[in-house]
């Protein structure tokens, strides 16, 4: 069998992470009655295949003919999260609290990170409605940040002043020209030369030793 790429291995573990939380819904679901993750009148499977096909970049065959597809992933991806929170509030000993849920489902859960890259499609889609789910309703803004790399520049202090030009960068999963351009913009006006460059990156850090 080939090997897994990136894709197929966050898609592996959402689908381990959504039978995982399998059973603490059920409990949820017996404890209170009811559930707030059936708008769609998916299973949590089924909804979870549903947003899995989005983020392959794929047009899956929309579930609820009442309501445009894109209406059905906004839908799905509630009942997606509601999910996870329901699942995770019927475990004992968890903290429950608005942030501490926003915390664990957007730092931690595979969910989490399969729902940007369904924002991303979203994003290369023409049509209004994809638009907004792109720009803020698949994803809150607040939490973007834990999924876009972040460059940390540690400079060295040196009586010359020295460029910003990039070696390895393609390593670090973020572009050369950003890379470039926060090089150039950060050393332009000062007397350094660069030590490391540390790209703090969703999938683990990486860092280019750079020395002038």
């Avoid at 381990?16 to 399998?22: D, S």
């Avoid at 998916?42 to 929309?62: K, Q």
């Avoid at 839908?75 to 509030?89: F, G, H, I, Q, R």
């Avoid at 399969?114 to 209004?128: D, F, I, S, T, Y």
Wanted: hydrophobic share 35%; proline share 4%; net charge neutral.
């Amino acid at each position: 069998m080939a090997e897994l790429d990136a894709e197929g291995k966050l898609l592996q573990a959402f689908q381990a992470e959504v039978e995982g939380l399998r059973n603490w819904y059920d409990v949820a679901v017996q404890q209170r009655g009811r559930t707030t993750a059936d708008t769609t009148g998916l299973t949590p499977e089924g909804v979870a295949d549903f947003i899995a096909a989005f983020a392959r970049g794929e047009e899956p065959e929309n579930p609820l003919s009442e309501v445009p597809l894109g209406t059905a992933l906004k839908m799905a991806s509630e009942d997606l999260k509601a999910y996870y929170n329901e699942s995770v509030t019927a475990q004992p000993s968890r903290a429950t609290d608005l942030v501490s849920l926003a915390n664990w489902f957007w730092g931690e859960a595979a969910a989490a990170r399969v729902l940007n890259q369904v924002r991303k499609h979203c994003l290369r889609r023409e049509g209004q409605e994809y638009q907004r789910l792109g720009n803020g309703l698949l994803v809150p803004r607040r939490q973007l940040h834990r999924f876009e790399a972040q460059l940390t520049v540690v400079y060295l202090s040196s009586p010359r002043r020295c460029s910003g030009g990039v070696e390895e960068a393609l390593e670090l999963g973020v572009s050369v020209s950003i890379l470039s351009k926060v090089l150039s913009s950060s050393l332009r006006h000062r007397h350094c030369r660069v030590q490391l460059v540390r790209c703090h990156c969703p999938n683990g850090d990486r860092a280019i030793q750079r020395t002038r």
